[in-house]
């Protein structure tokens, strides 16, 4: 094997190692992450003794602004804090149709959702898991625990959920300063409890559970910023793009 030869084959072996490396970093691999790169961040506040009454109707009284999310084309709405051990979500349907709110600590896994709508003529919230975020279709967990307390009213026309769910459950598993993947699907004019999103609107989120000690002005500056996980993997593909640079020059020098 002549020298130029071993030299482009020596390079591609470490090409190929060094993509391997960044193939197997987390996000890399497809289980639905890339509906969640670059979606709109929804914050969950600390509250270490939050004054929330699950009652059906949120307000801001009860949870404040910080954690307040709209869907500007629906009018779909979510309030959301946490205590550190529960997490309290207010959703608000202005139309007659269910509304489902789901997250994921392992999308390998699968995503755990709270599914709000009417069962045998009653209103109620119910625990579901999906197998696969890109085409949603609910199932029955083998556990449950995630709903604490649930409370669910309809008025005027409109749907309102009051969820108090518990960070740690079989359906997911949050703790503070997690970045997680988060689903807010609805539809406009179906209430009864549904099987699938198929013909509903579903929009993919990213909720960010803040720790104690976060500073707020901070944590929301640096998303702003777009400082999030994503460019960490461009990061890692400069590095493989620049070592592969340095074995070539390397081994040019030396054949």
Not at 223 to 232: D, L
């Amino acid at each position: 094997m002549s020298r130029r030869a071993r030299r482009d084959l020596l390079l591609c072996a470490v090409t190929v190692v060094l993509l391997l490396v960044l193939l197997s970093l987390p996000g890399a691999q497809g289980h639905g992450e890339e509906l969640f790169e670059d979606a709109e961040v929804v914050f969950v506040p600390y509250d270490q003794n939050p004054s929330v009454t699950i009652d059906g109707p949120g307000t801001a009284d009860e949870y404040g602004e910080g954690g307040r999310w709209v869907d500007e084309d629906s009018g779909v709405t979510g309030l959301f804090l946490h205590d550190d051990a529960n997490l309290y979500a207010a959703l608000r349907n202005p139309e007659p149709g269910w509304l489902a709110l789901g997250y994921s600590s392992d999308l390998a896994a699968g995503m755990g959702f709270i599914v709000i709508g009417l069962l045998n003529n009653t209103f109620t919230a119910v625990e579901r898991i999906v197998d696969d975020v890109e085409e949603i279709v609910f199932s029955e967990p083998p556990d449950g625990g995630a709903i604490v307390q649930s409370a669910v009213v309809q008025t005027d026309g409109q749907v309102n959920a009051e969820l108090k769910l518990a960070l740690k459950s079989s359906l997911w598993d949050m703790e503070p300063g997690m970045l997680v993947p988060t689903i807010v699907a609805f539809n406009k004019t179906a209430l009864e409890m549904p099987m699938e999103t198929a013909g509903s609107e579903t929009h993919p989120l990213r909720s960010y559970v803040f720790r104690e000690q976060d500073d707020s002005e901070e944590i929301r500056d640096l998303f702003e910023a777009n400082i999030s996980p994503v460019p960490g993997l461009v990061a890692v593909a400069t590095i493989v793009a620049g070592v592969a640079a340095i074995f070539y020059g390397f081994i040019r020098r030396k054949g």
